[in-house]
């Protein structure tokens, strides 16, 4: 591990303005460096304190921070409250009529929903969940496109107390059967279809496909929402209607006040084996990360016009959409579609329509968006832009300067957010108007979070030398356990080694002036277009094709997405001699794939070979696919490989 090296050498540094330091909620270094004294001295006091201004209470906690269980760590845990209420209630005396939701379809159709109007819609949708016997604790499925719908129906089980599961539009039957088992979920909430790009895209029919599978039978109601106007099949014992549900019922709901450390969520995501991790969030740590975080590094205004590109179905879309947005009373925007439709403009129009302040996005789409059009962006007005942010993987320092120059015209900070699905919010991050940025860097730590760069024993390694990235102590917005497998949680996360620390799975250095540079996963866990997907989950996929003997996926740097799939397959019997027939397996496994896991999965590019390269004890050596996957010369020792001339094999591309 400490051989890694760095690989970047980025001198460039960027403060922010006088104008936006001065109108900042967080001032020059000073102001930083103020906060992070006061959680030093005194770390539960610190959060307590920020929880008690921050959050409504209903009835108030007594305790910051309990570790007498570590590292299930608890926090405010006998203080009630319930996050629905912080988001929308809070906001009706003050700003009833302010837009909450600026809501974009795909096909350019804008709709706005004040607060009251959001506040009325969680409401009704809360009764509606309530009147089929939808209760706190209970598990609920959403699978569902960006769409107000989808905020909505999170809220509502927030306001319940119900524990909402969203899974991604893009991810298949299966994945969806996993997660509905997993959870135990008693509903699924759904849309007829989505729209993308132009294109409807079924949802219905692959909740029918996925209950259909059997196994499900926690699941008693469907509601479907009415998007596209299609078809669907219809069974009247599970299925109902989205505004049958909702419009008989009243818009008053009183909210389900819950301990702080009710589970808010579940949101499963991919971890080094094959079978999801159902990362489980509070209620009251959770929250006040999202806010805090909203006014730091988004360093919010109530003026702002605040657009966060993300899904709801991943962590940074209930973040930073659904909750942390609502919760300071901001307006956003949202929108159904994609980045490319009718064209790479689409974003920058936006910006312009919308007159968009706080621009979050990631370093994928900024890629793609370069490669489509990287001078598009000066056809619109982007002068209303003040702050721009990316997350989700690390952002190559061109990427970052046509960002800074060309779409925030070299007047806007760059927040670089590093954090995880496991944290909730932001971890490492700049305050916009206090910490300078260099380009591909996510700088420091927000104030109370203490990271560390350190070796396989949990020393501290030194400045300019990689390692594992790790929390040196709890924090409220953290993973609480692993729905349903405590055993992985603490195994995965605090291993022993590690001294108690909490250990994220990337690898990282420090620079000269303690600015992080995160330099990817250490573990098996792939980002592909800033998505997450575990090597062992494509192989479990791959595996279950009856055409495959072995598999084994491996990450290959790529221009637009990050990083690329590649698997290299061994079939049961012999290799396709004819290309014409390799390359009709090749694609025959990539649907598969899709199939078994979503269309994000799908390997780009699949090799055949007798056997794969081995140790004498039977592991897999994955250094060396990364090595043949990436074209480059094999100079690692393969003394201690059974069977060397496989790599030969290996090498041949199928075109
Ligand atoms: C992994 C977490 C964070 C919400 C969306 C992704 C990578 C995330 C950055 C960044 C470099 C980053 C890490 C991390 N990552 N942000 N700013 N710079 N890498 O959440 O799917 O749970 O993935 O994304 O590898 O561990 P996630």
Redesign the pocket.
């Known amino acids: 591990m400490s051989n890694i090296e760095s690989v970047l050498n980025e001198i460039r540094v960027f403060s922010p303005s006088p104008e936006f330091t001065r109108q900042a909620n967080v001032s020059g270094m000073a102001g930083y460096e103020a906060l992070r004294k006061a959680a030093e001295q005194d770390y539960p006091g610190f959060w307590a304190k920020l929880a008690r201004e921050t959050l409504l209470w209903k009835k108030p906690f007594t305790r910051s921070l309990d570790q007498s269980n570590a590292p299930f760590f608890k926090w405010f845990e006998d203080g009630e409250l319930n996050v629905s209420y912080n988001c929308l209630d809070k906001h009706l005396a003050t700003q009833p009529e302010k837009i909450a939701i600026i809501f974009e379809a795909d096909d350019g159709k804008v709709s706005k929903v004040s607060y009251r109007e959001l506040h009325g819609r969680v409401s009704q949708f809360a009764n509606g969940l309530k009147s089929r016997g939808i209760r706190k604790g209970d598990r609920v499925i959403i699978y569902l496109p960006m769409s107000v719908e989808a905020v909505v129906a999170m809220q509502a089980c927030a306001r319940i107390g119900a524990i909402h599961s969203v899974v991604f539009g893009g991810f298949s039957a299966k994945s969806l059967h996993e997660r509905i088992i997993d959870a135990q979920a008693c509903a699924v909430i759904t849309a007829d279809a989505q729209m993308r790009g132009g294109k409807l895209m079924p949802l219905k029919s692959i909740v029918d496909d996925t209950l259909a599978m059997g196994g499900c039978e926690s699941v008693h109601s469907v509601i479907v929402y009415r998007r596209a106007g299609c078809d669907v099949n219809w069974n009247d014992a599970l299925d109902i209607w989205y505004h049958d549900l909702f419009n008989s019922q009243p818009t008053h709901c009183e909210p389900e006040w819950v301990s702080a450390e009710h589970p808010l969520f579940i949101l499963y995501?991919s971890g080094s084996t094959g079978k999801p991790k159902g990362v489980q969030h509070s209620s009251g740590g959770y929250l006040l990360g999202t806010m805090l975080t909203m006014q730091w590094v988004f360093d919010y205004k109530p003026s702002d016009v605040f657009w966060c590109t993300a899904d709801v179905g991943?962590?940074?879309g209930h973040s930073y959409v659904a909750y942390g947005p609502l919760a300071v009373g901001a307006t956003q925007v949202m929108y159904e579609g994609i980045p490319t439709y009718p064209d790479a403009g689409r974003f920058w129009k936006m910006i312009q329509d919308h007159k968009v302040t706080t621009f979050y996005t990631a370093p994928t789409a900024i890629r793609s968006l370069i490669k489509l059009g990287s001078d598009l962006p000066g056809q619109y007005d982007l002068s209303s832009l003040r702050l721009l942010g990316?997350?989700?993987?690390?952002i190559n320092p061109e990427a970052w300067m046509w960002y800074y120059n060309t779409v925030g015209q070299a007047r806007c900070p760059i927040v670089?957010?590093?954090?995880?699905?496991?944290t909730g919010c932001h971890m490492i991050a700049p305050l916009p108007g206090a910490v300078p940025t260099k380009p591909g860097s996510?700088t420091l730590p927000i104030p109370g979070i203490q990271v560390a760069v350190v070796d396989e024993t949990g020393e501290e390694v030194g400045k300019k030398h990689g390692g594992s990235l790790v929390i040196t102590k709890p924090f409220p917005s953290q993973i609480r356990t692993i729905w349903g497998d405590p055993d992985r949680f603490r195994k995965n996360y605090f291993p022993e080694e590690m001294r108690g620390y909490y250990l994220?799975?990337?690898s990282a250095h420090r620079d000269e002036d303690g600015y992080i540079w995160?330099m990817?996963?250490n573990d098996d866990v792939l980002?592909v277009s800033?998505h997450?997907l575990g090597t062992m989950e494509i192989e479990s996929a791959l595996v279950a094709n009856p055409l495959v003997a072995e598999a084994a996926v491996v990450g290959r740097p790529h221009e637009i997405k990050g990083e690329s799939i590649v698997a290299f397959v061994v079939l049961r019997g012999a290799r396709p001699a004819d290309p014409a027939k390799a390359r009709q397996i090749v694609e025959s496994l990539r649907d598969w794939v899709s199939k078994e896991i979503g269309p994000i999965a799908k390997p780009e590019e699949i090799r055949f070979g007798d056997n794969l390269p081995k140790t004498r004890s039977g592991k897999i050596m994955r250094r060396l696919l990364r090595t043949i996957a990436n074209g480059e010369e094999i100079t690692q020792d393969v003394s201690t490989l059974e069977n060397p001339t496989i790599l030969e094999q290996l090498k041949e591309a199928i075109l």
């Open positions: 995501t991943w962590v940074t990316t997350v989700g993987e690390p670089d957010t590093w954090w995880q699905t496991e996510c994220a799975g990337d995160i990817g996963r980002k800033g997450r």
